[in-house]
């Protein structure tokens, strides 16, 4: 199967979700990527630099990002305008209405952005853990490489097949494309990755770290989703 997952979904859960505490308080992953103090090697001060997430959800990784000043202008990518409505709603009521900028597109066709745009791109759980077949990943990780600066950081959080999780899946939940199955919470398509797979989809991004986790903390549904060693916590650089 070749092909970018339907929308559908995704606007449905989006619309399900309110903006309570619970969903916008800032996620975990977010916040362990920020204790690692990684920076783009761009001679630049932050306020100059440009961060985007792909499938941005409600906005939760880019607030927080933009709490700790971590940039000057803020992208938000989505391919569902429920998602973007409220990332938009969650960011004004912060006040970043200026900083921040919501573009509906999907991640496997070409972005919009200008080559060399990002000092980072963000995608956790989301276009590398949702998109199905092997080209559609491959042209989006070259898109992923064409938009960033070079020395520019690349963090993706998703799915991982050398695990307790995935070796413990019912055959009945795999999908015929390997390390893909269906989720539990409403039957969405996922891929997981080796880490031959998700070194060899990435690069030339160089990787700087590649570590399996074990927790992912949703924006829909129940928060906490633990899966054994079933993530990876993956950054990467643009030599
Ligand atoms: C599980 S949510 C994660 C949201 C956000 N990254 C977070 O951690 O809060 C996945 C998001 O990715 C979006 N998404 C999935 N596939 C996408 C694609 N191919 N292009 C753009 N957005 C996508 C969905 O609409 C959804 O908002």
């Known amino acids: 199967m070749e092909s970018i997952q339907d929308f559908q979904p995704w606007e449905k859960l989006h619309r399900q979700t309110d903006l309570s505490n619970n969903r916008i308080n800032p996620s975990p992953i977010i916040l362990d990527f920020l204790s690692r103090n990684i920076f783009p ?4 001060s932050s306020k100059e630099q440009n961060c985007l997430e792909v499938g941005v959800g409600i906005g939760r990784n880019l ?4 709490e700790h000043n971590y940039c000057g202008n803020y992208f938000g990518l989505d391919h569902t305008d429920e998602a973007l409505n409220k990332a938009k709603q969650l960011a004004d009521s912060k006040g970043y209405s200026n900083i921040f900028h919501f573009v509906k597109g999907m991640a496997g066709k070409k972005f919009t952005f200008e ?3 990002f000092d980072f791109v963000f995608d956790i759980m989301a276009a590398s853990t949702f998109i199905m077949g092997d080209n559609v990943r ?10 960033l600066k070079p020395g520019g950081i690349f963090f993706v959080f998703t799915g991982n097949t050398d695990s307790d999780y995935f070796n413990q899946l019912s055959e009945q939940r795999k999908g015929s494309e390997p390390g893909t199955f269906r989720r539990s919470m409403d039957g969405t398509m996922e891929k997981s990755y080796t880490k031959n797979e ?9 990787s700087i770290i590649l570590e399996s986790q074990s927790h992912y903390f949703r924006a829909f549904g129940e928060q906490v989703l633990t899966r054994p060693g079933g993530f990876w916590f993956g ?5």
């Open 63 to 66: 607030i927080c990002l933009a």
């Open 235 to 239: 950054i990467f650089i643009k030599a």
């Open 41 to 44: 090697k761009i001679n630049s």
């Open 198 to 206: 998700i070194l060899s989809l990435y690069a030339p991004l160089e």
């Open 115 to 117: 080559n060399n745009s």
């Open 138 to 147: 491959r042209a989006y990780a070259k898109e992923v490489n064409r938009i």
